[in-house]
Nanobody
Framework: QVQLVESGGGLVQAGGSLRLSCVAS????????MGWVRQAPGKEREFVAH????????TYIDSVKGRFTISRDNAKNTMYLQMSSLKPEDTAVYYC???????????????????????WGQGTQVTVSS
């Protein structure tokens, strides 16, 4: 099991920026593909972005393309989500999630499905005011 701790959330005005961080421990970080998933009040969890175990492949939900950037530093066991041009509809709790690379690469699990991820952080609140 991978332990995940998010940070960096907060209150920001529309058009502003935030950078979320996720620090992993407990397993070899570079064996895991990672994702960001968000949940707005009264809504289901929604995939936001995915990054492969080595950072070569990134995937985004259409609504954040060009505004959000996912990245990772395997030497620091840390994943990031740089969020720019934030909109009120980005308001949600953002969760960091991990899945072993085998599940993606060999079993072709859908990296865009929140159900694919096995380990989760506690979440960090992002609130964008209009």
């Amino acid at each position: 099991q991978v332990q995940l701790v998010e940070s960096g959330g907060g209150l920001v005005q529309a058009g502003g920026s935030l950078r979320l961080s996720c620090v992993a421990s407990g397993r070899t970080f570079s064996d895991y593909a990672m994702g960001w998933v968000r949940q707005a009040p009264g809504k289901e969890r929604e995939f936001v972005a995915h990054i492969s175990y080595n950072g070569d492949i990134t995937t985004y939900i259409d609504s954040v393309k060009g505004r959000f950037t996912i990245s990772r530093d395997n030497a620091k066991n840390t994943m990031y989500l740089q969020m720019s041009s934030l909109k009120p509809e980005d308001t949600a709790v953002y969760y960091c999630a991990a899945v072993h690379r085998v599940k993606i690469e060999y079993y072709n699990s859908d990296s865009k499905s929140p159900r694919t991820y096995d380990d989760w952080g506690q979440g960090t609140q992002v609130t964008v005011s209009s």
